[in-house]
């Protein structure tokens, strides 16, 4: 068995890494923000409590599976499941380094947007299914924010797709391995991305779905338990993709000088998560209709405008 | 014993006001009552008090703009009412002049047979809580209240709660159960029955939906619920629904001592700490005629202003919270706990010393205590600075809060609304510049004001007054006076102790306020601070005895949820938290 692209060994992996990662990030990040917050966070299980999260997995798939009386079963138990597939399915179009990775298509773009519009079923049965006012009002916010949210996500790297000259992710990683990385020519379009990635995975400042100061739990506050789990790491799941996305389409993905190309995504990756929680720790939520009106009316406009902008540099070089 | 002969003559305005309602009122005010706080106070009869009431509001000179207060009081086994007509339970307006700077009582004599009169909801709007709180607590009706509903006590409760004849030790009555029919019919009192409140369950375009905001929600601070009416996710009315907090404050007041209700009192506004004990002690010692020495005075206005800065800190992270701003929470429980340390070391508790006394405080200055309050000074500025730039100059936070929730100065009147929420509106008035009580008047420092009256003007103004707090307490470490820290009246409680085994009467004096409790002359007295969050008063009647006969604890929580409603239609869910945690409110200080 070999480890090279689509191989077993390359899948099982790539598989193993993505989820140990993800929940990983629950402690990470619980560490980071107290950092930030003059705290200490999670340090007494473990050395620096790195088994935090082994504990916090024992409590959570030994919690009684509850599934509410008034709630729709068969969709209240899919929900979660779906936003775990629809995510790891989209990291089967990573490239993480030369040789590793799960497929090589040739619409991994297009993929990727497919399965984030999947996500938003997730999240939508979640809050419908579980028959409650919060969890309606969650879902509702969501389904709005989302689906606008990825409009913009699909325009704002449409740039990038252009310069490249391919839907391939690992093209557009190999047409970045002269050093020029896509986040110069295309820093709108970074911006753009990045502000939508996280509307995309719904974390704060833009977990308006969720916001918990005001609909509690918003989609998922029937869930417990393992479901719950579920929903819980779909969204650091989400972070990671996110965070590799970035790193694939705008920062060059594993390439750099001297160290192993997959240790250069890792740290590439790894800053980026970081920033997503700093965002978390620094920014206050907005309401959901500003977010709405600030997508629609700014990000919508400036991406549109960045690639035709984009176009026009291309056709008038080539 | 010295005599407590404090009856200070009517301030000049109330001359005039007094000399017009007697001229306009004649025959019909039954009597003029002298209180030892100088509040003018009228009795009148049932079928008179709205005309009275609708004079003073409108036609008076000043105008008494603001109801700050109903409440009664059972009057059935008072023994001193020398010159009061006859009455077996009496309503009690005060209502408050900003324009005049003064006071008016007003009450009313009803006997047990008939517990009527009319509703003054149609002169002020805030009356609809206080008068639901006096048909709760007493069982006196109000013709044309629009929901005569019990406010504090459940919907199932038996009984008035503060009336004499009520248990008030678990001790006096059964021993408490609760069966399964009697579960359910608790829980089937606590739905939302929305035509009762007159709402409607759908309009013409939309179906509405109701929404039970708590009792257990994360941004209600406490246990509070609202009933909201909602159409998608704009607010189209809303219901408080309060109680839940409510642990009979009032009624303890009554069977504790003088001296050992103080404790009690910190936990009116678990937040304020010794700042509840302010009014509480100063009522008393208005009663007893004791002035307390200099000393006192500032060691008192530090620890109040200590409170003020950490109940502001509370606020201002929570807010932050609120809308969704993660950290400055953690930052500022850092200065929470430093000025938390120095209250310890000084007062041996944190959040509630209860170390104020009557006629004094607990102890003197632990030795060293400037070094620790000087070093908070040098310290907190500077994180003030930066909290101003992570939290108020924000931009997402501006857009969250400027503009919603707002209310001007005309409608702070009509609610009750006071503190900081009153100065929002571009209204300069602090009751420690307007009336300085334990020596407020000696400091010097700045009333700050905001001219929106919306959800981040709020939010300013404190932020602002803690800057100032700090200004007075720097004061006070530099000018402390030296002296005793207990009054040498009789009265103090507990007495001083130095001469108590030279002379048998001070051990005689000494002996009986320790185990009996200090008796306070028969009188009443208002008196109010600038507490916290607002106005705080205490109402106090004695009947000549060990306890009072009656407290009533006028908190400004309690006024500013009521306003809620008012202030957030229109508004969407994520708005009316945001507005919910600008009013800075504790469920305790509602609840009492």
Redesign the interface.
């Given at each position: 068995m070999q480890f090279e692209v689509g191989s077993a060994l390359s899948i099982g992996s790539i598989l193993l890494t993505v989820i140990v990662v993800a929940a990983m990030l629950i402690w990470v990040e619980r560490r980071l923000l107290s950092l930030w917050q003059e705290r200490l966070g999670p340090n007494r299980v473990g050395p620096f409590g790195l088994l935090q999260v082994v504990a916090d997995m024992i409590k959570i798939f030994t919690k009684e599976d509850w599934v509410p009386p008034f709630a729709d079963k068969l969709s209240f138990v899919l929900a979660p499941t779906v936003i775990m597939i629809v995510i790891l399915l989209s990291f089967s179009v990573v490239p993480f380094a030369p040789g590793v990775g799960v497929i090589d298509s040739n619409i991994g773009v297009l993929f990727v947007l497919a399965m984030a519009s999947l996500g938003a079923y997730s999240v939508m049965l979640g809050g419908l299914s579980s028959d409650n006012k919060y969890a309606l009002l969650g879902s509702l916010r969501a389904a709005a924010q989302m689906v606008s949210y990825e409009v913009f996500m699909g325009i704002s790297i449409l740039g990038v797709v252009a310069l490249a000259g391919s839907f391939n992710l690992r093209e557009i990683v190999l047409a970045q391995a002269d050093g020029s990385w896509f986040v110069i020519p295309q820093f709108i379009g970074f911006v753009i991305f990045l502000i939508a990635g996280v509307a995309e995975s719904h974390r704060l400042p833009f977990d308006i779905p969720e916001a918990e100061q005001e609909i509690v739990a918003g989609y998922h506050t029937e869930y417990s338990g393992m479901k719950f789990g579920m929903f819980f790491v779909g969204e650091y799941l989400g972070l990671v993709l996110i965070s590799s996305l970035i790193t694939v389409l705008f920062f060059g993905g594993w390439m750099g000088p001297f160290l192993p190309p997959i240790v250069w995504f890792a740290i590439k990756a790894s800053m980026f998560i970081a920033f997503f929680i700093l965002l978390r720790a620094a920014i206050p939520r907005p309401r959901y209709d500003q977010l709405m009106t600030y997508g629609w009316l700014v990000l919508l406009p400036l991406s549109l405008v960045n690639l035709m902008v984009t176009g026009a540099i291309i056709l008038s070089t080539q | 014993m010295q005599s407590a002969a404090i009856t200070p003559s009517p301030q000049p305005v109330h001359a005039d006001v007094l000399a017009h309602l007697r001229a306009e009122f004649g025959p019909r005010i039954l009597a003029e009552q002298l209180t030892c706080d100088g509040i003018p106070t009228l009795w009148v009869d049932r079928h008179d008090v709205k005309a009275l009431l609708l004079e003073l509001h409108e036609d008076c000179r000043p105008s008494f703009e603001m109801l700050f207060d109903i409440t009664a009081i059972d009057e059935r086994l008072r023994v001193h009412r020398d010159g009061q007509p006859p009455s077996e339970f009496t309503v009690v307006y005060h209502l408050m002049s900003f324009a005049g700077n003064c006071d008016f009582r007003v009450k009313v004599p009803l006997q047990d047979k008939d517990l009527t009169l009319p509703s003054v909801i149609d002169i002020w709007p805030n009356a609809n809580w206080y008068e639901r709180e006096t048909w709760d607590m007493f069982g006196i009706r109000f013709e044309g209240h629009p929901n005569l509903y019990r406010i504090v006590l459940p919907p199932t409760w038996k009984g008035h709660a503060l009336r004499k004849e009520h248990p008030a030790r678990a001790t006096e009555m059964e021993p408490y159960s609760l069966s399964d029919e009697q579960e359910a019919y608790e829980q089937d009192a606590l739905k939302f029955k929305p035509e009762e409140w007159g709402m409607k369950r759908e309009s013409e375009n939309s179906e509405f939906?109701f929404?039970?905001l708590g009792p257990n929600?994360?941004?209600v601070h406490g246990a509070f619920r609202i009933a909201l009416q909602l159409d998608?996710?704009i607010l189209v009315d809303a219901v408080p629904d309060i109680g839940y907090h409510h642990r009979g404050a009032e009624k303890m007041g009554e069977r504790q001592s003088w001296h050992t209700f103080i404790p009690y009192t910190d936990r009116i506004d678990y937040l304020g700490g010794v700042m509840n004990n302010l009014p509480y002690v100063l009522a008393v010692e208005k009663m007893a005629g004791i002035e307390v020495p200099e000393r006192v005075k500032v060691i008192r206005v530090m620890l109040c202003e200590m409170f003020r800065i950490c109940s502001h800190l509370l606020f201002y992270g929570t807010f932050?919270?609120?809308?969704?701003?993660?950290?400055p929470i953690?930052?500022m429980f850092?200065e929470r706990e430093r000025v938390f340390n120095i209250i310890e070391s000084i007062c041996g508790a944190r959040m509630h010393p209860g170390w104020f006394r009557i006629g004094g405080v607990a102890q003197d200055l632990p030795e060293g205590w400037d070094k620790r309050v000087r070093e908070l000074l040098d310290f907190m500025p500077a994180r003030l600075a930066e909290y101003d730039s992570m939290v108020m100059n924000?931009g997402?936070?501006k857009?969250?809060t400027q503009g919603v929730g707002v209310y001007d100065t005309a409608e702070a009147f009509d609610w009750g609304v006071t503190g900081a929420g009153l100065r929002a509106t571009g209204f300069e008035w602090d009751y420690r510049k307007q009336r300085p009580y334990s020596g407020y008047e000696n400091f010097e420092f700045d009333v700050p004001i905001a001219v929106n009256g919306d959800c981040y003007d709020r939010c300013a103004v404190r932020v602002e007054e803690m800057r100032q707090s700090l200004r007075i307490i720097k004061q006070c470490v530099d000018n402390m006076p030296a002296g005793n820290y207990k009054s040498d009246h009789p009265l103090t409680t507990p007495p001083r102790k130095e001469k108590s085994l030279q002379d048998i009467e001070t051990l005689i004096n000494h002996f009986l306020s320790v185990s009996w409790g200090p008796v306070i002359p028969p009188n009443e007295v208002t008196v109010a601070i600038e507490a916290t969050k607002g106005l705080n008063s205490y109402y106090l009647v004695s009947d000549g005895s060990t306890n009072s006969y009656r407290t009533r604890i006028r908190t400004p929580s309690f006024a500013h949820l009521q306003m809620i409603p008012e202030i957030s239609r229109g508004f969407?869910?994520?708005?009316l938290?945001a507005i919910i945690a600008s009013i800075d409110f504790v469920m305790a200080d509602v609840d009492r």
């Amino acid at each position: 068995m070999q480890f090279e692209v689509g191989s077993a060994l390359s899948i099982g992996s790539i598989l193993l890494t993505v989820i140990v990662v993800a929940a990983m990030l629950i402690w990470v990040e619980r560490r980071l923000l107290s950092l930030w917050q003059e705290r200490l966070g999670p340090n007494r299980v473990g050395p620096f409590g790195l088994l935090q999260v082994v504990a916090d997995m024992i409590k959570i798939f030994t919690k009684e599976d509850w599934v509410p009386p008034f709630a729709d079963k068969l969709s209240f138990v899919l929900a979660p499941t779906v936003i775990m597939i629809v995510i790891l399915l989209s990291f089967s179009v990573v490239p993480f380094a030369p040789g590793v990775g799960v497929i090589d298509s040739n619409i991994g773009v297009l993929f990727v947007l497919a399965m984030a519009s999947l996500g938003a079923y997730s999240v939508m049965l979640g809050g419908l299914s579980s028959d409650n006012k919060y969890a309606l009002l969650g879902s509702l916010r969501a389904a709005a924010q989302m689906v606008s949210y990825e409009v913009f996500m699909g325009i704002s790297i449409l740039g990038v797709v252009a310069l490249a000259g391919s839907f391939n992710l690992r093209e557009i990683v190999l047409a970045q391995a002269d050093g020029s990385w896509f986040v110069i020519p295309q820093f709108i379009g970074f911006v753009i991305f990045l502000i939508a990635g996280v509307a995309e995975s719904h974390r704060l400042p833009f977990d308006i779905p969720e916001a918990e100061q005001e609909i509690v739990a918003g989609y998922h506050t029937e869930y417990s338990g393992m479901k719950f789990g579920m929903f819980f790491v779909g969204e650091y799941l989400g972070l990671v993709l996110i965070s590799s996305l970035i790193t694939v389409l705008f920062f060059g993905g594993w390439m750099g000088p001297f160290l192993p190309p997959i240790v250069w995504f890792a740290i590439k990756a790894s800053m980026f998560i970081a920033f997503f929680i700093l965002l978390r720790a620094a920014i206050p939520r907005p309401r959901y209709d500003q977010l709405m009106t600030y997508g629609w009316l700014v990000l919508l406009p400036l991406s549109l405008v960045n690639l035709m902008v984009t176009g026009a540099i291309i056709l008038s070089t080539q | 014993m010295q005599s407590a002969a404090i009856t200070p003559s009517p301030q000049p305005v109330h001359a005039d006001v007094l000399a017009h309602l007697r001229a306009e009122f004649g025959p019909r005010i039954l009597a003029e009552q002298l209180t030892c706080d100088g509040i003018p106070t009228l009795w009148v009869d049932r079928h008179d008090v709205k005309a009275l009431l609708l004079e003073l509001h409108e036609d008076c000179r000043p105008s008494f703009e603001m109801l700050f207060d109903i409440t009664a009081i059972d009057e059935r086994l008072r023994v001193h009412r020398d010159g009061q007509p006859p009455s077996e339970f009496t309503v009690v307006y005060h209502l408050m002049s900003f324009a005049g700077n003064c006071d008016f009582r007003v009450k009313v004599p009803l006997q047990d047979k008939d517990l009527t009169l009319p509703s003054v909801i149609d002169i002020w709007p805030n009356a609809n809580w206080y008068e639901r709180e006096t048909w709760d607590m007493f069982g006196i009706r109000f013709e044309g209240h629009p929901n005569l509903y019990r406010i504090v006590l459940p919907p199932t409760w038996k009984g008035h709660a503060l009336r004499k004849e009520h248990p008030a030790r678990a001790t006096e009555m059964e021993p408490y159960s609760l069966s399964d029919e009697q579960e359910a019919y608790e829980q089937d009192a606590l739905k939302f029955k929305p035509e009762e409140w007159g709402m409607k369950r759908e309009s013409e375009n939309s179906e509405f939906m109701f929404l039970n905001l708590g009792p257990n929600h994360p941004s209600v601070h406490g246990a509070f619920r609202i009933a909201l009416q909602l159409d998608g996710e704009i607010l189209v009315d809303a219901v408080p629904d309060i109680g839940y907090h409510h642990r009979g404050a009032e009624k303890m007041g009554e069977r504790q001592s003088w001296h050992t209700f103080i404790p009690y009192t910190d936990r009116i506004d678990y937040l304020g700490g010794v700042m509840n004990n302010l009014p509480y002690v100063l009522a008393v010692e208005k009663m007893a005629g004791i002035e307390v020495p200099e000393r006192v005075k500032v060691i008192r206005v530090m620890l109040c202003e200590m409170f003020r800065i950490c109940s502001h800190l509370l606020f201002y992270g929570t807010f932050a919270q609120d809308v969704g701003q993660l950290s400055p929470i953690f930052y500022m429980f850092v200065e929470r706990e430093r000025v938390f340390n120095i209250i310890e070391s000084i007062c041996g508790a944190r959040m509630h010393p209860g170390w104020f006394r009557i006629g004094g405080v607990a102890q003197d200055l632990p030795e060293g205590w400037d070094k620790r309050v000087r070093e908070l000074l040098d310290f907190m500025p500077a994180r003030l600075a930066e909290y101003d730039s992570m939290v108020m100059n924000n931009g997402i936070l501006k857009r969250r809060t400027q503009g919603v929730g707002v209310y001007d100065t005309a409608e702070a009147f009509d609610w009750g609304v006071t503190g900081a929420g009153l100065r929002a509106t571009g209204f300069e008035w602090d009751y420690r510049k307007q009336r300085p009580y334990s020596g407020y008047e000696n400091f010097e420092f700045d009333v700050p004001i905001a001219v929106n009256g919306d959800c981040y003007d709020r939010c300013a103004v404190r932020v602002e007054e803690m800057r100032q707090s700090l200004r007075i307490i720097k004061q006070c470490v530099d000018n402390m006076p030296a002296g005793n820290y207990k009054s040498d009246h009789p009265l103090t409680t507990p007495p001083r102790k130095e001469k108590s085994l030279q002379d048998i009467e001070t051990l005689i004096n000494h002996f009986l306020s320790v185990s009996w409790g200090p008796v306070i002359p028969p009188n009443e007295v208002t008196v109010a601070i600038e507490a916290t969050k607002g106005l705080n008063s205490y109402y106090l009647v004695s009947d000549g005895s060990t306890n009072s006969y009656r407290t009533r604890i006028r908190t400004p929580s309690f006024a500013h949820l009521q306003m809620i409603p008012e202030i957030s239609r229109g508004f969407m869910v994520a708005d009316l938290i945001a507005i919910i945690a600008s009013i800075d409110f504790v469920m305790a200080d509602v609840d009492r």
